[in-house]
């Protein structure tokens, strides 16, 4: 393999060598736990050893066995300078290497931003390098490496690893099969590049259109239906040797505030927690579960305190634990989000979060200022040793299942078998063929014929890549059009066209045989809808594609034809090219019902609509 810190060849550590590294105690970990099987049967005997482990640590090495820290670089130990920099000002250190030795963090998360997720080669390159950074230190641990790879619009890693739709337009297709071979084949790439924890499946029921926040991240507003959805992602993920993560218990489908931003409150009473929240999480639980991750938001009718989930004991330790049975991992989600720093400080959140329950800290805003207070709250008495040792107990377990300690490293062979195969992108094809619903087909516009209506235009929004890979999407649906046989062009209006830009786009229209608009969430007073109304007046048909939520429909009156594909994701657009050229039938199905845009207490298009040829 190639060293990431120089990109000289050179051989990784022994197995002997990662035994040796943790005191001999790996020895006996050393077992083929990678199945869900193998852990629930094997997880007894291991705790023997794993607790034995533990009390070989110091107390600065348990608080750091606790978090899950974000890191600038494409490498472990040689960053480009920007990136250092950008370490240095919010972490206090260089690089991973140094992250891990000063303090010795049990996980590191991936970004797209944070230059972690270049390509797949590197990508697995920073992978061992961060392990072989940690097991070289003294009583060193194989780190949980994690990302956010929920597919449709959130995804870290891109091309030219498979992108698979997300959730709403899985939920759209309806397959628990598809759910399931989407979860396993992305599980298994992110496994190739040494990313063990997914945090995904989202588990949240969206039940408010207004929802900033989640919306095409659910797999939709049925709570049945997304138990179903979520427990197919679950054994998907974790049969492929990677950690699923459930989120954000307690639920977190009906709110109208953004917690990166502000601090949501659920007004649901208890009864409709119960009915629409709770299933999707029962359902995970049931499934075997690997991590739950929590939710920065207010449930009065589970916890009156005012505290966000993510600090509260009555729900992570009343409900999910004591009530729902669970004992895997808890993970807070981010810790720089708002919800949950608007009521407490950076040095109380963390120690509040063990005490509520949760065992992971997620990528605090200063990992110094957390790392602190947990450290003098155990040293205060206000947190016991023994209660770390629970929450690193369960962090191990899933180590233990996961592989990690006997197979910490990953090869350049596997990455080049399986990550991005030929296989994988058509069966991502395949699936995404299966999603795009057909909302609208007035006169039967759709399929466009090439005898009648060679010639479009595609115009409309281009948003940035969900992975920094794929589009721009206007751009992507002309190319997949001319590819099938028309003679299509692109002309980028953006998300809120001026009247210059639409004027533009009307001039363009003239002597075009159909116009494709791609929306993004377009609302009443958006210069989205004037765009398409003035697209409309030209006579020239017009065909809108809601590139994100499909609610955009209820606001395009004049339109001859919609469709939604719930991601503007390469894999998406390309099947919704596909439907229109009518290569193959639409067969999504709406997840979430769509209200009328002057009346929302009325249906426009219920759950389970869509058209087909």
Known sequence: MRDSSTGSTSSRPSRRTVLAATAGVTATLALDTTSADAAGTQAGADDKELRALISRMTLEEKVGQLFV??????????????????????????????????????????????????NPRQIADLSNGIQRASLGLPRGLPVLISTDQEHGIVARVGKPATLFPGAMALGAGGSRSDARTAARIGGAELRALGIRQDFAPVADVNVNPANPVIGVRSFGADPGAVAGMVTAQVGGYQRSGVAATAKHFPGHGDTETDSHYGFPEIKHTREQWTRLDAPPFRAAIRAGIDAVMTAHIMVPALDPSGDPATLSRPILTGILREELGYDGVVVTDSLGMQGVRTKYGDDRVPVLALKAGVDQLLNPPSLDVAWNAVLNAVRSG????????????????????????????????????????????????????????????RQRLLPLSRRTHRNVLVVGAD????????GPPTTVLATALTELGFTATALSTGTAPSQATIDRAVAAAQGKDAVVVGT??????????????????????????????????????????????????????????????????????????????????????????????
Request: proline share 6%; glycine share 6%; net charge neutral.
């Open 520 to 613: 993004y969430n377009v609302t009443a007073a958006d210069a989205q809808r004037t765009l398409v109304d003035a697209l409309a007046t030209t006579g020239v048909p017009v065909v809108a594609l809601a590139m994100r939520n499909p609610y955009d429909v209820a606001h395009l009156p004049g339109v001859g034809a919609c469709l939604a594909s719930y991601s503007w994701t390469d894999v998406e657009l390309r099947a919704a090219a596909r439907v229109v050229a009518g290569r193959v039938a639409p067969r999504g199905r709406l997840p979430v019902p769509v209200q009328h845009a002057d009346d929302p207490a009325q249906v426009l298009y219920p759950v389970g609509h869509g058209l087909t040829y």
């Open 69 to 118: 820290m974000r890191v600038y670089g494409h490498s472990a130990t040689t960053p480009d300078q920007a990136d250092i920099d950008a370490n240095l000002k919010e972490i206090g250190v260089r690089t991973a290497a140094e992250l891990i030795a000063r303090y010795r963090v049990g996980g590191i998360i991936y970004f797209a931003w944070a230059h972690n997720t270049r």
């Open 382 to 441: 206000e947190l016991t040793e023994a209660r770390l040792d629970e929450s690193i107990l369960r962090v191990l377990r899933l180590k233990a299942k996961l592989g990690l300690f006997k197979k910490p490293y990953v090869s350049q062979d596997e990455v080049d078998r399986v990550v991005g195969s030929d296989a994988h992108l058509a069966t991502a094809d395949r699936i995404a063929e299966r999603t795009t619903t057909l909302l609208v087909n």
């Open 463 to 470: 948003p940035a890549s969900p992975s920094g890979t794929t």
